[in-house]
């Protein structure tokens, strides 16, 4: 079983720039109406590039635990 | 890690407007600090008058905001007053080559062992896009409604000529790059300028037809060539295009050690 990553967006600090949607390398977020969303989580590769491009600090990636999933 | 501990979070959210890449640049100065386990009270950073200035008021370090052009000359003082203290002197392109020209190139012959991180988007931002030293020949800006005529800085080369200890370019896109020259800048013993390329989709994009913050990121992604490739490239080639890489790492005394020995060399004298 896939763990998948945790993707938080703070949509009070959101812009709607959408570096994030055009620029993640998995295409993990669709653009919502005003906010970006979490399209497809199950892809996320938790290379953090949408966390560390977004200059509004509204995303933060929480990686599933390594130590869990090397136990499964 | 936590950028948040960073931030003074009553600030937040900040002014830059959506597509701006100061943010994404000072995530790079924070991700920095927290590799290099710097305490916040031993931080000072500076900055002078713009959007990029704006940068101190959003983090929990010892901060000034002095007046447009003069970060470097208070930086200078800090710096005398308390060696221990890292100076970081965050700036815009007109803030560091225009306003404040003469601080920049004098503050890079001294050598005082200060940071200085310039985000260069072409343009006055904040005061409604006038033509900047930085602006390419032919943009239009707010002063130059037909097309900038005045041929723009290289800030890399200028701080070079004056005498900079280490000297790098990055771009907003190449988020990894710009890491590890903000950390080669810091730990550096001298002066050290990192110049950013960010898009400023308001001021700039807009009006020269470049689109948004993404448009203006995926142009950075194109047209980066990196210094040794520059090198074999003719003048032609490198046309609109954006050199990145480190231009000068070298060891050299710097301002504070020099000082020391004056005031030695007086004492003896005086004795």
């Known amino acids: 079983m896939k763990k998948i990553s945790k993707i938080t967006i703070n949509e009070k600090w959101c812009k709607s720039c959408e570096i994030c949607v055009y620029f993640c390398p998995k295409k993990v977020y669709d653009m919502g109406r005003f906010y970006p969303e979490v399209a497809r989580p199950e892809d996320c590769i938790a290379c953090k590039l949408c966390e560390k491009l977004c200059p509004d600090f509204a995303i933060t990636v929480t990686p599933p635990d390594k130590a869990e999933s090397r136990k499964k | 890690m936590d950028y948040l501990y960073y931030l003074r979070e009553d600030k937040m959210p900040h002014i830059w407007c959506d597509g701006c890449g100061h943010g994404i640049i000072l995530k790079s100065i924070l991700r920095v600090i927290d590799k290099l386990g710097w305490e916040k009270d031993d931080i000072a950073m500076v900055s002078g008058i713009g959007c990029s200035s704006r940068t101190p008021g959003y983090v929990d370090f010892n901060t000034l905001h002095t007046t447009h052009g003069r970060a470097i000359a208070f930086a200078t003082g800090l710096k005398i007053v308390k060696p221990n203290l890292h100076v970081i002197?965050?700036?815009?392109?007109?803030?560091?080559?225009?306003?404040?020209?003469?601080?920049?190139?004098?503050?890079?012959?001294?050598?005082?062992?200060?940071?200085?991180?310039?985000?260069?988007?072409?343009?006055?931002?904040?005061?409604?896009?006038?033509?900047?030293?930085?602006?390419?020949?032919?943009?239009?800006?707010?002063?130059?409604?037909?097309?900038?005529?005045?041929?723009?800085?290289?800030?890399?080369r200028l701080a070079q000529a004056a005498g900079a200890a280490y000297v790098a370019r990055s771009?907003?896109?190449?988020?990894?790059?710009?890491?590890?020259?903000?950390?080669?800048?810091?730990?550096?013993?001298?002066?050290?300028?990192?110049?950013?390329?960010?898009?400023?989709?308001?001021?700039?994009?807009?009006?020269?037809?470049?689109?948004?913050?993404?448009?203006?990121?995926?142009?950075?992604?194109?047209?980066?060539?990196?210094?040794?490739?520059?090198?074999?490239?003719?003048?032609?080639?490198?046309?609109?295009?954006?050199?990145?890489?480190?231009?000068?790492?070298?060891?050299?005394?710097?301002?504070?050690?020099?000082?020391?020995?004056?005031?030695?060399?007086?004492?003896?004298?005086?004795?």
């Open chain 2, 89 to 156: 002197i965050v700036s815009g392109d007109g803030d560091a080559t225009a306003i404040g020209g003469n601080h920049f190139i004098h503050a890079a012959r001294r050598n005082i062992d200060l940071t200085v991180i310039i985000y260069n988007n072409y343009i006055y931002g904040m005061t409604g896009g006038q033509a900047s030293p930085t602006t390419p020949v032919g943009k239009k800006a707010s002063t130059a409604p037909y097309g900038n005529p005045d041929a723009p800085f290289d800030i890399s």
């Open chain 2, 171 to 271: 771009t907003v896109y190449h988020v990894g790059k710009t890491d590890r020259y903000i950390e080669q800048a810091f730990l550096k013993k001298g002066f050290s300028v990192v110049e950013v390329m960010t898009p400023c989709p308001t001021s700039y994009g807009r009006r020269n037809k470049e689109g948004n913050g993404v448009e203006m990121m995926m142009f950075q992604k194109k047209n980066s060539v990196g210094v040794e490739r520059a090198q074999k490239m003719s003048e032609e080639e490198l046309q609109g295009k954006i050199i990145t890489g480190v231009f000068v790492d070298k060891e050299q005394n710097n301002y504070l050690q020099r000082y020391e020995e004056v005031i030695d060399k007086a004492k003896q004298i005086n004795q």
